[in-house]
């Protein structure tokens, strides 16, 4: 079918993708419900569904870079570089618990997290986005795609917020850490469950965040000083349970880490 989508049509797919997510509830993936959605059209109900959770008192604080790896692309069978925000409720505080509860069917990824000190929006060097940061760190996502068995395609995903659920942020370092070839071993209550390399993200991840401004600039948005950027996972995800502990061991940037609740 190729009738137009309306904008009454994206407002009423956004409530269906903020409700799963809200209320922690699997659905169909939109295509299979009818819905094809461009991928133009699956940003805007990304951002009308952010809008939805900004009238819930959620605020925006940084948005994160996904499929930035082969290892994520070729898990997921998608191949293109998808973004989207990151709020305040998402938030697991270093060394605290994941409420197991808020969650469908969460996986956990190792990431490298950017903090700016002054905003950054279009195309950029990779040498300007290097002089925005204010300091970088070793990050866990959590991601939880409302569609059942974690299925989707890419306009899928980008609608659902790329599946943004968590993350978790250890202790900031100054920004002169050569990033470009860092070990990372996630592990799950002290055993390596993910071993990979910060090479993975698009060869170097200050290349995703340059890829991060470029993208906002396209969507007419700015990456604000004070805004986190997820720079995307470096290995396949891992499925969480509850009462593990999850922990990233980054090489020179220290570690993240949180415990899942009981079920
Ligand atoms: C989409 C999110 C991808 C990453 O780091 O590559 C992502 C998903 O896999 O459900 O966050
Ligand atoms: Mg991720």
Redesign the pocket.
Known sequence: MNTKTTQADLESIAAIVDSAAHNAEAIQQLSLQGHTLSLAEAYQVQRLSLSRRIQRGERQVGI?M????RA?MVQ?GVDDMIWGPLTDVMAIEDGGEMDWSRFIHPRV?P?IAFLLKRPLSGNVSLAEAMSAIEAVAPAL?V?D?RYQNFKFSLED?VADN??SSGFTVGAWQKATVDLSNLGMVMEFDGNPVQIGSSAAILGNPYRSLAAAARVAGEAELELEAGCIVLA??STA?EALKPGVHVKLNAEQLGCAEFKVSRA
């Open positions: 994160k996904g499929f930035t790896s994520k997921m990824e990431e996502e991601i795609s995903v790329c599946s995307g996972a995800a």
